[in-house]
């Protein structure tokens, strides 16, 4: 088991975003985490990470309690996200991009500069390895949020939204590179709206629903869930 | 005097330069080493030298101080605390004159020799501050491939987005800001020995610190070679301008400023990027045209 949440749970003022939500992660698995919008996925996400201190609970990662360390000390203990709103260094190459997170792991540039390369060729960025961040369209940009995080070694990788406004012929290849990450050995923790994708990739699937998790377990069981199907389409009025 | 100008924008271009946090109050540092220098020296006859790392020290404790207090402002909140820092030491240095000689300042008395740091000619200061400037571009060209380079550009970008691939932004910013305030004392001990006379209103003001900030931005923040081409080119026509119009004075100082504002609405990444632009379109015609 590389990650466990136990009863984490996250207030903003009066609204609670997350609820007692506890699971357990699977290495080398890959897990969806749906939700409709406003659930609590990236809020999760940014829980596990150490970005938002959380209110109550705890977080184990690799048997170690992570509760509320801060997110460089997580990226070097193996536990990197991407944004679903990409945050890409805008002033540097694509290449110093994944770099950035290559350092993470070594001290000279030569050896980042191989890691990152890896990285990026993994993703299919290599080719604009050399060009501006701020030049990368929205699909590009997402793959380069990936080859950032992939850089610095995880052994978990949260990927918020990869998927979300790329045109439907990147999707495949987006699933791809998940794919191909998860059989090099990191665990995949995935939000996503694009249902095909999702029960297509994941192993398990999470579903939130105003910041409490309502169903858990095998992709073909969680759609025919009626907790599920309720929280996405409501139920009628008998 | 240019290449004294030119290590100091650029030892301010160490840290506000890349990672984008402008420290209006850099001439605070500039004033403790040309101080911890002028005092030692002209109170204790300790060799300049030595008071260039006597100040060098003092920079780097009150950097490491400033710096860990001011790590959670951001964007004018961090400017106007460099301002209110400067403000104060100033404050300090004309107030306490026990230590300081108050607004008159320190005389440096004139006794040539190497270990006085102290000349009759002028072309050993020009050494001197020519050495200085190479280190600091140097620092920076050396900067531009490490680690902490990449890092101190990262934490400038998104800092958020920097922690998440494991850089520690606290201590990327300290150690920037404190090798830049290090640099930037250097400095102004080189100035003190040079001028021989400091008071407050002189090393420690505002205006100091914005000439310094302006020769950077002009040539190109967060470019190694940005602050000499900056200096390179406003020094001398500053020198030029205050020539031209003897009768009126800070007329020059108006012609500058708006030359300044000329190129920073136009280039608005400063001169060096600009040109290096220039140059990159220019080579990517000549490709097209033997392409064609």
């Given amino acids: ?30 897990v969806g985490l749906i939700g409709p919008n406003g659930a609590g996925k990236t809020t999760l996400f940014n829980c596990i990470n150490g970005t938002l201190p959380i209110d109550d609970g705890r977080i184990y990662f690799c048997g170690e ?67 501006k961040a701020s030049n990368l369209n929205i699909g590009e940009s997402k793959k ?3 080859a950032k ?20 012929s990147e999707v495949k290849v987006m699933s791809k590179i998940v794919r191909d990450i998860n059989e090099s050995g990191v665990t995949i923790i995935l939000i996503e709206h694009i249902m095909e994708a999702i029960m297509s990739l994941s192993e398990r699937i999470i579903v939130l629903n105003f910041g409490e998790k309502i169903a858990e377990g095998a992709a073909s069981e969680v759609v025919r869930n009626s907790e599920v199907i309720k929280a996405y389409l409501g139920v009628e009025e008998e | 005097m240019t290449f004294l100008w030119t290590g100091l924008a650029a030892s301010w271009n160490f840290y506000s330069g890349y990672c984008g946090r402008l420290s209006i109050g850099h001439a605070a540092f500039l004033g403790i080493g040309a101080y911890a220098t002028a005092l030692l020296y002209a109170n204790y006859g300790i060799s300049p030298w030595i008071g260039i790392l006597v100040g060098g020290a003092l920079s780097a404790i009150v950097a490491l101080i400033i710096g860990g207090a001011t790590l959670r402002l951001q964007g004018t909140f961090f400017v106007l605390s460099t301002i209110a820092f400067a403000k104060i030491l100033e404050t300090f240095a004309i107030t306490a004159k026990g230590i300081t000689g108050g607004s008159l300042g320190v005389l440096i008395p004139y006794t040539p020799g190497f270990l006085n740091m102290t000349w009759s000619g002028k072309l050993p200061y020009a050494i001197i501050a020519w050495a200085y400037m190479i280190i600091v571009i140097a620092a920076c060209v050396k900067l531009e491939k490490s680690k902490l380079g990449y890092f101190l550009k990262a934490v400038g970008e998104n800092k958020e987005a920097a922690e998440n691939l494991g850089v520690n932004s606290s201590r990327t910013m300290l150690k920037a800001f404190l090798i830049s305030a290090v640099f930037t004392s250097f400095g102004g001990s080189i100035m003190a020995m040079y001028v021989m006379y400091i008071e407050p209103s002189f090393v420690m003001s505002m205006g100091n610190s914005v000439q310094f900030i302006l020769l950077a931005i002009a040539g190109g923040l967060g470019t ?16 030029i301008l205050r020539g031209s119009f003897p009768s009126i004075s800070g007329l020059h100082g108006l012609l500058l400023g708006l030359i ?6 136009y280039r608005t990444n400063g001169i060096l990027p600009a040109l290096r632009e220039f140059v990159d379109n220019q080579r990517r015609r000549a490709k097209n045209d033997i392409k064609s």
């Fill in chain 1, 1 to 30: 088991m590389i990650l466990r949440a136990d009863a984490i749970t996250k207030r903003f003022g009066g609204i609670c975003a997350l609820d007692k939500v506890s699971f357990e992660i699977e290495e080398g698995s890959i």
């Fill in chain 1, 65 to 131: 309690e992570i509760t509320n360390k801060r997110s460089y000390e997580l990226a070097r203990l193996g536990m990197c996200r991407s944004y679903q709103i990409v945050k890409p260094f805008r002033s540097m190459t694509v290449l110093q991009n994944a770099m950035v997170g290559a350092f993470c792991r070594v001290k000279s540039r030569k050896s980042a500069q191989e890691i990152a390369t890896e990285a990026l060729e993994t993703v299919g960025l290599y080719e604009k390895r050399d060009e």
């Fill in chain 1, 144 to 146: 380069l949020e990936i």
């Fill in chain 1, 149 to 168: 995080a992939f850089s610095t070694k995880p052994k978990l990788l949260l990927l918020d939204e990869v998927m979300a406004g790329i045109l439907p």
């Fill in chain 2, 224 to 239: 190694a070679f940005g602050p000499l081409v900056g200096s390179f080119i406003l020094v001398p026509v500053t020198n």
């Fill in chain 2, 260 to 265: 300044l504002i000329v190129v920073l609405l």
